[in-house]
């Protein structure tokens, strides 16, 4: 059985679905842990109702190897799925889950990635460059901000009266439907 940890720093409802999907069924991993940088996210409720523990670090603290590793290796985590996690992860953990570490990005990469492109930001963007079609993208994470190897895109129309709010919806919906599942494709 694989041992997830689901970073995140925010509402959480791709972690909550990551949680149900696998902690309820039977798809060859378990979410063991959540870390998250931000007391008071969402996520940290979310996590805790469904009884996976949650640790809250700082961003200096998930920047320090020994720390960071320490509960690594106490929850024996051997993927990492980073959901609406908002700080860059540093080297060693990169290398140390390499290829076993995935991003979800609200946007058809390399369209709307790179620096200040998370969440509202992104479907602001899509909207006024006024693009037909939008979508999700899930890719291994590499030292380089929205890079890595693409593993799954997923694309949803978009008409002129879209708005960040309605494509906010569409995209939350595709993540719903198709994260658990592809996180099972790759690593289970
Ligand atoms: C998700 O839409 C995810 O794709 C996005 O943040 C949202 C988190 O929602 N991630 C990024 O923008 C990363 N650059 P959630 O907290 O409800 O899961």
New binding site residues.
């Given amino acids: 059985m694989r041992r997830i940890a689901i970073f ?8 909550e679905n990551i949680i149900r999907y696998f902690n309820e069924g039977d798809h060859g991993a378990v979410v063991a842990l959540v870390v998250c940088n931000r007391p008071g996210a ?2 940290i409720g979310r996590s805790e109702r469904l009884g996976v523990p949650v640790s809250v670090m700082s961003a200096a603290e998930i920047r320090d190897a020994d720390r960071m590793m320490k509960v690594m290796d106490e929850y024996e985590i051997d993927i990492v799925v ?5 700080l860059m992860i540093p080297a060693f953990l990169t290398e140390r889950y390499h290829d076993r570490m995935v ?4 946007s058809l990469l390399p369209k709307f990635g790179g620096k200040g ?3 509202r930001h ?1 479907h602001e963007a899509v909207v006024a460059a006024g693009e037909t079609e939008t979508g ?1 993208t899930i890719h291994l994470v590499s030292d380089e901000c ?1 890079g890595g190897r693409i593993v799954f895109q997923a694309r949803v129309g978009l008409t002129p009266d879209d708005t960040p709010e309605s494509v ?1 919806r569409k ?2 919906e595709l ?1 719903r439907v198709h994260f658990p599942c592809v996180i099972e494709e790759t690593f289970c």
């Fill in positions: 995140a720093s925010g509402n959480g409802s791709n972690a969402g996520v980073l959901a609406g996690f908002l991003n979800i990005h609200p492109m998370y969440g992104v999700i929205d906010e995209i939350h993540e």
